[in-house]
């Protein structure tokens, strides 16, 4: 999987005078649909989350509150990629290691995923990761 297909989706964004609306539907916006969601909060300042990527699992991250980095690379190519804003979400497809870090105070990070929470579908060692993505594009 190439780190170029990691993209910010501009969400829809209502806005009246009661405040902001943003929404996401499977299929329009992300092309997965949304089986489990998860959320990183009350992270502690110089925390780092992430360090792994997914062999199957498909998701978008959006920073509900506050703001992160998140860093991104698919073995060959790193980006970094700054969330700050609640209309945005970053799609990360499978065999992407991804960290997250630079959390600010009060910041909510909510993950949406293509499926159940499963063990088996990470790579918790950089190093099997990269095995892997030599083994499917040397
Ligand atoms: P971990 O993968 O370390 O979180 P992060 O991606 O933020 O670094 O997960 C922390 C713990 O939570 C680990 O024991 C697995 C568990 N967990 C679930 O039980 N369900 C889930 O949906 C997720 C994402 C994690």
């Not at 780190?3 to 997965?32: A, M, W, Y």
């Not at 699992?57 to 700054?82: E, N, R, W, Y």
């Not at 979400?89 to 949406?112: H, K, Q, T």
């Amino acid at each position: 999987m190439n780190i170029d297909i990691c993209q910010l989706v501009d969400l829809p964004k209502i806005n009246d005078r009661r405040g902001n609306l943003t929404f996401v539907e499977s299929g329009r916006h992300i092309p997965f649909d949304i089986r489990r969601v998860y959320y990183l909060y009350d992270v502690p300042g110089g925390a780092e989350r992430g360090g792994h990527a997914h062999k199957k699992l498909h998701q978008l991250i959006i920073a509900m509150s506050g703001s992160f980095d998140i860093h991104l690379d698919d073995g060959h190519s790193k980006k970094v990629v700054h969330m700050n804003r609640s209309y945005y979400g970053l799609y990360v497809c499978p065999m992407i290691w991804r960290e997250i870090d630079n959390f600010s105070s009060g910041a909510v990070c909510m993950v949406l995923a293509s499926d159940y929470y499963e063990e088996e579908d990470y790579y918790r060692e950089y190093a099997e990761f990269k095995k892997d993505v030599n083994k499917e594009a040397p």
